[in-house]
């Protein structure tokens, strides 16, 4: 069963791109720009899956894990983090904070669908 994924990106033309390929596959996304903006979506809606970008200008990827995994409402709901961030400190960082995944970019789409319906599937 497709499910409903928060995209955390502060790049539009990416958002746009990521939307299209997960919608193709029957998913549903909610897309914001920032780390606050990821925050304040998470308090109004139930999010099964959240792809995450690190450099951002507000939050950054990494203040916004951590804060996830410190709220006991939250802090199940599995990461994936889309990066262009390619360095080993910060995928040891990301992971570290609890992602299950951690991905560069670019990335094809066939590749992003496949670590989502991988990370759906471990959740149910």
């Known amino acids: 069963m497709p ?3 928060l995209v955390v990106d502060d790049d539009p033309l990416l958002c746009s791109l990521l939307e ?8 549903q996304t909610h897309v914001v720009y920032s ?4 925050l304040e979506a998470l308090d109004h809606e139930p999010f099964d ?5 690190i450099m951002m200008s507000d939050l950054n990827g990494f203040d916004v894990i951590r ?6 409402t939250l802090a199940t709901i599995p990461v994936i983090f889309l990066t262009a961030r390619v360095d080993a400190i910060s995928q040891r960082i990301g992971m570290d904070a609890g992602a299950i995944e951690y991905l560069t ?3 094809t789409p066939d590749d992003l669908i496949a ?4 990370a ?4 149910s």
């Open 3 to 5: 499910g409903h994924i």
């Open 20 to 27: 299209m390929a997960l919608g193709r596959e029957g998913y």
């Open 35 to 38: 780390g606050r903006a990821a």
């Open 49 to 53: 899956l959240i792809l995450l970008d």
């Open 67 to 72: 804060q996830l995994r410190s709220s006991p």
């Open 105 to 107: 970019k670019p990335i």
């Open 115 to 118: 670590r989502v319906k991988a």
């Open 120 to 123: 759906l599937a471990d959740r």
